[in-house]
């Protein structure tokens, strides 16, 4: 349940108070301001909210002189009873497509904070995973900043969103890069530890990390997708992208070339099953976008990024397959 404002002209009260009705949402005040313009409270359902807030945004089209806030609520009392159709209703999407955006898009920044945060908790990681220290690793894990712009690739696809796939697509490339470029120089310059269970374990995948990855993306889409946040810890720990980073450039600093081939499989593994997940999972909670000419954006750009990594992740299991001596087919 939140509370959706708008503000817009007069004129458009009417319509307004009839999309609000329609949707079995409760209005709470209408206020005028100084300028002709009407503001509108409504308390929403999270069923409803989606569909009110396409509606609206129908109405006012390109509008300029209306807006559409959404605001959190704690907590509102007498509390309601759901309706037969709510309790009967499949699990929801929570969230918005407008609210996932917001909260996905500005991970997509490649900005100092970004550039400082992949600085930082590749320095933790590598001094982690090169002195066996389980606790170091794990606080790096949880910083995960290269977890939000692969989620944003998968988002920026299923809307048809190309700017916003290519914002995602610079900051891993940016991400990714610096965390090897720090990591190969703590391999050229700090005693390599090939003892560490933890340094080692990055450098061997199988068919475990693939299933892994896979259900740690579609957790982490999940988790957006009905506003439980906190689940998103869990992923970050289960399906980090940094130590396998972190781990192939200390193998090639150290010169440790096979070694460091297991951690880029690793590495390719993670990123290919996490965005993967992430397109099936917003797939099947219906995000996509509101007008009939976006959708078919949507469609075609959804149709090759599906294609893509589908591809990708067959040859990858055809190579871990052939790495374990196992039959291909």
């Not at 190309?162 to 995602?168: I, N, S, V």
């Amino acid at each position: 349940m939140k509370i959706i404002e708008i503000v817009t002209p007069s004129e458009n009260l009417p319509a307004v108070e009839s999309i609000i009705g329609q949707h079995d949402s409760e209005i709470l005040w209408v206020n005028s301001s100084e300028n002709g313009r009407k503001m509108i409270r409504a308390m929403v359902s999270d069923e409803q909210r989606q569909s009110v807030l396409d509606a609206l945004q129908g109405l006012f089209g390109s509008d300029g002189q209306s807006k559409i806030l959404v605001l959190a609520l704690e907590a509102a009392l007498p509390r309601k009873e759901p309706t037969t159709e709510e309790k009967e209703s499949p699990d929801p999407v929570t969230a918005t497509r407008e609210e996932i955006y917001n909260e996905i898009e500005k991970n997509t920044r490649l900005d100092s904070t970004y550039l400082l945060l992949v600085f930082l908790s590749t320095v933790v990681v590598a001094i982690g995973l090169l002195e066996n220290n389980v606790a170091v690793v794990i606080g790096a894990m949880v910083i995960a900043p290269l977890l939000g712009p692969n989620i944003a690739l998968a988002l920026g696809a299923a809307l048809g969103d190309m700017p916003l796939m290519w914002k995602a697509f610079k900051t891993i490339i940016a991400g990714v890069g610096l965390a090897l470029v720090l990591s190969v120089g703590l391999g050229i310059y700090h005693p390599m530890n090939l003892d560490s269970p933890e340094l080692m374990a990055r450098t061997d995948v199988g068919l475990d990390s693939m299933a892994l990855a896979l259900a740690s993306g579609a957790a982490a889409v999940i988790s957006l997708t009905t506003g439980l946040s906190s689940v998103l810890v869990g992923v970050m720990v289960a399906v980090a992208l940094l130590p396998p980073t972190a781990t192939l450039g200390i193998m090639l600093g150290a010169g440790h070339t096979k070694l460091a081939v297991g951690a880029a499989l690793l590495l390719a593994v993670n990123i290919v099953c996490v965005n993967l997940a992430a397109k099936v999972v917003f797939l099947v909670r219906g995000i996509k976008p509101r007008s009939w000419l976006e959708k078919q954006k949507a469609k075609q750009s959804m149709t090759a990024y599906l294609v893509i990594w589908i591809f990708s992740l067959a040859i990858l299991l055809a190579i871990i397959l052939f790495r374990q001596g196992l039959p291909i087919y």
